[in-house]
């Protein structure tokens, strides 16, 4: 068997190694290292396939949420709702703004942030809602939409782990996740549903105007070269990766099948386990399985995690601390017990293997194992 990893980059290059070696080989012929052909090509690509009117790569998910937040004129003090249980990304941003970062629980089925507690949390000075979909699946963005369109709040979409999924809304119509808010944000880690080989991530959005002013914020605030407008940053996406991007973006949908096909092998494995809980799935939006994500229910999460190690089957806790309990984040607003959910996930959660290369091999052999550590 081969051995076991929570992602196997490696084994998917192998598959695609052709088209990659070439589009690397491509760009160093070509010289063109900082916003080369690649780069455009990709951004018009990731614009069809996502059906959204502007995508603006960046350097990285987490500029990609500064950028959005920097070019909606967001100003000190301004509030903006996300959820309690997400990577750090998400409210580092918010914070280095020196905007305030108001925190809500989330859905204990899909983990997703709560739309009632978002409508509890809004106050005069909201201006903005963060919705992460987070493994994989869209949180449920026709209420949130609804109530953004209520009280005039943006909604940035932190659609780092979701990208490809599909969201349906109420009258049938459908939407790829990241293109709902006024703004979505991806991230192109290489552990991502579509990642580079090293660090990228793009903005989406259909609004003209915003899309013009964050091609300007992402180059140095410049309007034109030398002439600077705005205080801006610097992120861009390398043509080398933009080139790896082209290449994988067109498997992304096989991609995601095969994450399904996995997820399918675990639940049926599972589902019948009352000390597991299986990952829900949310009917309104197809889940493209970033992680693999289940409860343990009054078991040893730790003795479970370590007797996994022990044959030689990685598993992770996504994420072990919720954002209030970080001690970078501390705030006399929050203290424990505030978000119950997100307590609860963050003791209980794990992860198994989940990428585009698990055979039944191995996903009978991490089963098999799970099961034997339940009923010792
Ligand atoms: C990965 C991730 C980010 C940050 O992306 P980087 O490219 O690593 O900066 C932000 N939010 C979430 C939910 C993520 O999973």
Do not use: W
């Not at 990642?195 to 899309?211: E, P, S, V």
């Not at 309007?223 to 861009?236: A, E, K, L, P, Q």
């Amino acid at each position: 068997m081969k051995k076991l990893q929570m992602v196997d980059l490696h084994g998917q290059y192998l598959n695609i190694k052709t088209e990659i070696d070439k589009g690397i080989q491509e760009v160093i012929d070509s010289c063109a290292f900082i916003n080369g052909p690649a780069v455009k090509k990709f951004q018009e690509n990731l614009e069809k396939y996502l059906g959204v009117k502007h995508v603006i790569p960046c350097a990285n998910g987490t500029d990609a949420l500064q950028v959005s937040m920097m070019s909606l004129g967001l100003q000190p003090g301004d509030e903006v709702i996300t959820s309690s249980f997400t990577f750090i990304a998400t409210a580092e941003v918010i914070a280095l703004l020196k905007l305030t970062p108001v925190l809500v629980d989330v859905d204990p089925d899909t983990f997703n942030i709560d739309p009632l507690a978002i409508e509890r949390a809004i106050t005069p000075k909201t201006r903005a809602i963060v919705p992460v979909h987070l493994f994989g699946q869209t949180a449920p963005m026709e209420e949130i939409m609804n109530i953004a369109q209520k009280h005039d709040l943006y909604v940035i979409e932190d659609n780092c782990q979701a990208i490809g999924s599909d969201y349906y809304f109420n009258d049938g119509s459908k939407k790829k996740a990241g293109t709902i808010g006024h703004i979505g944000c991806t991230s192109f880690f290489p552990s991502k549903n579509l990642g580079c080989y090293g660090d990228g991530g793009a903005i989406f959005t259909n609004d003209d105007d915003l899309a013009r002013q964050m091609r300007v914020v992402v180059n140095h605030g410049m309007t034109v070269r030398y002439y600077h407008d705005y205080i801006g940053v610097n992120s861009r996406l390398d043509s080398i990766q933009a080139a790896i991007l082209n290449a994988k973006l067109s498997n992304l949908d096989e991609y995601a099948a095969k994450r399904r096909i996995a997820a399918d092998f675990y639940d049926k494995a599972f589902v019948n386990q009352p000390k597991l809980k299986i990952p829900s799935r949310y009917p309104k939006s197809n889940h493209v399985f970033h992680q693999y994500t289940m409860i343990a229910k009054s078991i040893d999460r730790k003795a479970l995690i370590e007797y996994l190690a022990s044959c030689e089957i990685p598993a992770m806790i996504y994420y072990p601390v919720p954002l209030h309990m970080q001690k970078a984040y501390l705030d006399p607003r929050y203290k424990a017990g505030d978000f119950p959910v997100t307590e609860y996930l963050c003791a209980n959660v794990f992860s198994l293997p989940m990428h585009t290369e698990l055979d039944e091999v191995q996903l009978t052999y991490i089963t098999q194992n799970v099961l034997e550590f339940l009923n010792r």
